[in-house]
C-alpha cells in the first residue's frame, strides 16, 4: 500500500532554516503531484506548497511564499520541503500528501488519497 514517511522536524531557532523530506513508497510516485500541509495547535490543516509530477510547476501558500521551496526526485521517490527564516508562528506538525489526480496546485484535503503521519517542528522565539 502507499506509505508516505516524513522526516527533518525538529526544535529550530527563529530565523534559522529547516529541511523536510518525505519518502513514498507503494506508488508510482511520478504519477502523482505532491502537497505539503501543515496543522498547528488547535488549528486546521492549512495547505502549503504544492509540486506537479514532473517537478516543473511549484505552488505555494501566501503564508509561506518568498520562505520555502519544494521540490521533488522522482528517481528516489522524494519530495523535500525546504523553509527558511522561520517564525514561531510556523510550529505545526508538517504531512506530506499524495494526489493522483491534480496538477498540485490543490489545497483541498480531499484530493489527497494518500498522507504520512506527519513531523513535528517547533520554532523557538
Known amino acids: 500500500q502507499v506509505q508516505l514517511v516524513e522526516s527533518g522536524g525538529g526544535l529550530v531557532q527563529a530565523g534559522g532554516s529547516l529541511r523536510l523530506s518525505c519518502a513514498a513508497s507503494g506508488l508510482t510516485f511520478s504519477t502523482y503531484a505532491m502537497g505539503w500541509f501543515r496543522q498547528a495547535p488547535g488549528k486546521e490543516r492549512e495547505w502549503l506548497s504544492g509540486i506537479s509530477r514532473s517537478g516543473s510547476s511549484l505552488y505555494y501558500a501566501d503564508s509561506v511564499k518568498g520562505r520555502a521551496t519544494i521540490s521533488r526526485d522522482n528517481r528516489k521517490n522524494m519530495v523535500y520541503l525546504q523553509m527558511n527564516n522561520v517564525e514561531p508562528e510556523d510550529t505545526a506538525v508538517y504531512y506530506c500528501?499524495?494526489?493522483?489526480?491534480?496538477?498540485?496546485?490543490?489545497?483541498?484535503?480531499?484530493?489527497?488519497?494518500?498522507w504520512g503521519q506527519g513531523t513535528q517542528v517547533t520554532v523557538s522565539s
Open positions: 500528501a499524495a494526489d493522483l489526480r491534480g496538477s498540485g496546485s490543490s489545497e483541498i484535503e480531499a484530493h489527497f488519497g494518500s
